[in-house]
């Protein structure tokens, strides 16, 4: 870390906390505007290394702001500060060009390391340093998909948990395939934000205890093609776009939006597919209560070579054998009550 040049554009400088006492605190050399106008002019005056921008100002949309920025300096670096409701709009920012975001309330940690991250390129740096940086760029990629898998669950209140577990199954799996760390990651993240279209699909449908109407359903069925719209564009989730499109395919052709059948559907799209069923039955739903582990299991190797892969089936039923000495942290995070012989037996036969 050096003495860069860090302009920040938000409304409120001031208090104790601020982006500006945080950054002032490393060692930054750090200006203000409170506009684009100020900062257009900051910028026609002197070079800044990095800018950190409130996606919520007041007077100009702070989207603007980086198009704005952009069509002058384009390759200044720029962080965009958002708060939960804004994080459709922080994802476009990824699309125009923003290096990142951080969450707000963040703390000083954490909008250290988006911009430590962010000022990467722009730094001459040891091969030390530069290691370091990149673990900070995967931490800063990691609470981006951490703040979008968090938006899903918050859309739909069924579904708390749902991304975390869904990611925990994802690692463990990835074991039984022999892939790469790439393809680890790209599963993960796909696991975690596959239901992200779920954010554009009314509530009164995510809610519904009843069955869906026709036209409801239709609704429902485009939120794969919904959520790779949102990641599409976004560099570091490009792989897990295709993944997310088509996890709602089945095996056996019948499912959707292509109806692709058997190895035509991406690998990572059948897995995810066995994963969120089983964790879609075993935990509380608008319509019905959570099945027994037993019973879900039995669900999936009744619907191998259907609706599901049956080396997927087979790959994570060997997971949950080998997670079964931890039955009881399982049991947990499942919501279940089933005991640990009858879900051995249930693994086992």
Same mark, same amino acid.
């Given at each position: 870390?050096g ?7 938000e ?9 500006f ?5 490393h ?25 950190l ?5 007041? /007077? ?12 002058v300096?384009?390759d ?18 990824l ?14 940690? +954490?909008? !250290? ?29 990691r ?9 899903? +669950?918050?859309? %739909? ?8 577990? $869904?990611?925990?199954y ?8 022999n892939?790469?760390?790439?393809e680890?990651? &790209? ?7 596959h239901?992200?279209?779920? #954010? ?7 809610? *519904?205890?009843?069955?869906l109407?026709?036209? /409801?359903?239709? #609704? $429902? ?9 949102? #990641?599409?564009?976004?560099? !570091?989730?490009?792989? &897990?776009?295709?993944?997310i ?19 035509? #559907? ?9 994963l969120?069923t089983? %964790?879609? $039955?075993?935990?509380?739903r608008?319509?019905?209560k959570?099945?027994?582990i /037993? $019973? ?7 619907y191998?070579k259907?609706?599901? %892969?049956?080396?997927?089936? %087979? ?5 949950? *054998? ?28």
């Amino acid at each position: 870390m050096g003495r860069e040049r860090i302009l920040i554009i938000e409304n409120e400088i001031c208090s104790q906390n601020s982006s500006f006492a945080i950054l002032s605190a490393h060692q930054y050399q750090v200006e203000t505007a409170r506009n684009v106008y100020q900062a257009l002019e900051r910028l026609s005056q002197q070079p800044f290394d990095l800018i950190l921008v409130d996606l919520s100002l007041s /007077e100009t949309d702070g989207l603007q702001v980086l198009h704005r920025i952009h069509e002058v300096h384009r390759d200044m670096p720029i962080v965009l500060m958002t708060g939960p409701g804004s994080l459709q709009r922080a994802v476009l920012s990824l699309k125009l060009g923003a290096q990142g975001f951080v969450m707000k309330p963040f703390t000083a940690s +954490e909008l !250290f390391i988006a911009v430590e991250a962010a000022l990467q390129k722009n730094r001459h740096i040891s091969e030390r340093e530069s290691m370091r940086l990149i673990e900070a760029m995967e931490v800063v990629h990691r609470d981006a998909v951490k703040a979008l898998a968090q938006a899903i +669950e918050a859309k %739909d209140h069924y579904t708390g948990g749902h991304c975390d577990r $869904m990611e925990e199954y994802a690692v463990a799996i990835a074991g039984k395939f022999n892939l790469s760390f790439l393809e680890k990651k &790209v599963l993960a993240y796909a696991a975690a934000l596959h239901d992200i279209g779920k #954010i554009g699909i009314p509530e009164r449908i995510l809610s *519904k205890s009843g069955k869906l109407t026709p036209e /409801e359903y239709t #609704i $429902m069925k485009t939120h794969p093609e919904r959520g790779a719209a949102i #990641i599409h564009g976004v560099g !570091f989730l490009a792989p &897990v776009a295709p993944l997310i499109y088509h996890h709602q395919e089945r095996y056996d052709g019948q499912g959707y939006p292509d109806s692709l059948a058997g190895e035509e #559907i991406p690998l990572g799209s059948r897995i995810v597919a066995v994963l969120d069923t089983f %964790d879609a $039955m075993t935990s509380d739903r608008p319509y019905r209560k959570a099945l027994p582990i /037993e $019973m879900a299991i039995a669900e999936l190797k009744r619907y191998s070579k259907q609706q599901f %892969d049956p080396l997927v089936v %087979d790959a994570f039923l060997e997971v949950l *054998k080998e997670q079964s000495l931890q039955i009881e942290q399982i049991n947990q995070g499942l919501h279940s009550d089933v005991p640990f012989h009858s879900f051995y037996r249930s693994v086992q036969s």
